[in-house]
């Protein structure tokens, strides 16, 4: 899961929402410096990572572009679920797209000094491109999967993902709802067992 489906899966619990979204710039003891829920938000989203990556659904994926993409693949996958998410945003959420990612950025904003430096040079960037709405169109799809191909250490042939997309869109737009209609009861269960634990 990207992004936007690791905020949609915080629900409406602020402090879980920013460490979800931190989730990928927080290594080892940094854990045990944050606030609480702030922490168990960081532990939602290796949750949802783990159960994603894991998922014969998300495997059936991945395994479309496995041959050209190599490890890349659960990469655009993630990307692609985003998308899917974006345009069939309405069933899933009261809110419109864009009102949702508005939201966050500001919660995301009045959280700044929580987050790690990785996650505060992206963030603007995030912002300025508005990344969670554009996720619905094709194009910016595409211009975040080039910009990405280019901060890759390896040749990962990413910004080339978009025609894949294009070829099997109605399977990867398929998978994603059976993966979703299973992940959100895992999650939500996860979600409220989280809180109310001790860590």
Do not use: C
């Not at 290594?27 to 829920?37: I, V």
């Not at 959420?93 to 500001?106: D, G």
């Not at 209609?181 to 067992?193: G, K, T, V």
Request: hydrophobic share 40%.
């Amino acid at each position: 899961m990207n992004f936007l489906a690791h905020l949609y899966l915080s629900d409406n619990h602020k402090e879980l929402t920013v460490g979800n979204f931190m989730g990928d710039f927080v290594k080892g003891s940094q854990l045990d410096y944050l606030p609480e829920l702030v922490a168990k938000g960081v532990i939602l989203h290796r949750e949802i990572d783990s159960y994603t990556d894991s998922h014969p659904i998300v495997l059936k994926s991945k395994d479309k572009l496995r041959e050209k993409y190599r490890h890349y693949a659960g990469v655009i996958v993630d990307m692609y679920y985003d998308h899917f998410l974006a345009i069939n945003f309405n069933k899933y959420h009261s809110l419109k797209l864009n009102e949702f990612a508005q939201q966050k950025y500001a919660l995301l904003q009045n959280h700044w000094d929580l987050i790690p430096p990785r996650g505060q040079n992206m963030l603007p960037y995030m912002i300025r491109g508005d990344w969670l709405t554009n996720y619905a169109k094709k194009e910016g799809l595409h211009r975040a999967l080039t910009g990405l191909s280019r901060r890759t250490k390896f040749k990962s042939n990413l910004e080339m993902a978009i025609q894949d997309l294009v070829a099997h869109y109605d399977e990867f737009e398929a998978e994603f709802k059976q993966f979703f209609d299973e992940i959100q009861p895992h999650i939500s269960q996860f979600r409220e067992d989280l809180i109310i634990s001790k860590l």
